[in-house]
T-cell receptor
Framework: DGGITQSPKYLFRKEGQNVTLSCEQN?????MYWYRQDPGQGLRLIYY???????QKGDIAEGYSVSREKKESFPLTVTSAQKNPTAFYLC???????????FGPGTRLTVL | QKEVEQNSGPLSVPEGAIASLNCTYS??????FFWYRQYSGKSPELIMF????GDKEDGRFTAQLNKASQYVSLLIRDSQPSDSATYLC????????FGQGTTLQVKP
């Protein structure tokens, strides 16, 4: 059963804490992406990675960090430097031939 | 100016009618376009993609692309209450650029 999994589904963070969101895919896709979605807004790109051990900043990378040590995994860390982290976070991966992105179920992060 | 723009709506149509969702883009280098449907609290799911001028039909859905006018549209025929969702348009410039989405309400 192929797909993209994200965990946890809901995450609560206290001010000043770093938290890590998991994203795993078994679709054998090379490229993976992290987006943030705020209420009533579209998706904004945080980071993306097209190959293992390489990644690029998206439009809103400040306060976030990523790693890509394995093709299947692309975790996102929301650091304490991100001042307004409450949002819905979506991970996606892409087929090589057509830039058609498949999304995971998302993680809803709330800062307490 | 946003790179991909959509009217946030809500767009309200009666059941059985045609819903027309529109999207404009500013980057003429955009190679292809995608329509995603997103139910409240869920992740987006791909409905259609289009990269050639003209129409592309898939069941009740038709995507239209006009590169000269820089707009993309999605028509939903015989709209059903289950079509009520937010529809996201995205342009491919090497990475996907999303519009803010249009909320569609189909009333029984």
């Amino acid at each position: 059963d192929g797909g993209i999994t994200q965990s946890p589904k809901y995450l609560f963070r206290k001010e000043g804490q770093n938290v890590t969101l998991s994203c795993e895919q078994n679709l054998n896709h090379d490229a993976m992406y992290w987006y943030r979605q705020d209420p009533g807004q579209g998706l904004r790109l945080i980071y993306y990675s097209q190959i293992v051990n390489d990644f690029q900043k998206g439009d809103i990378a400040e306060g976030y960090s990523v790693s890509r040590e394995k093709k299947e995994s692309f975790p996102l860390t929301v650091t304490s430097a991100q001042k307004n982290p409450t949002a819905f976070y979506l991970c996606a991966s892409t087929q090589e031939d057509i830039n058609r992105q498949y999304f995971g179920p998302g993680t809803r992060l709330t800062v307490l | 100016q946003k790179e991909v723009e959509q009217n946030s709506g809500p767009l309200s149509v009666p059941e059985g009618a045609i819903a027309s969702l529109n999207c404009t883009y500013s980057d003429r280098g955009s190679q292809s376009f995608f329509w995603y449907r997103q139910y409240s609290g869920k992740s987006p799911e791909l409905i259609m993609f289009i990269y050639s001028n003209g129409d592309k039909e898939d069941g009740r859905f038709t995507a239209q692309l006009n590169k000269a006018s820089q707009y993309v549209s999605l028509l939903i025929r015989d709209s059903q209450p289950s079509d009520s969702a937010t529809y996201l348009c995205a342009g491919n410039t090497g990475k996907l650029i999303f519009g803010q989405g249009t909320t569609l309400q189909v009333k029984p």
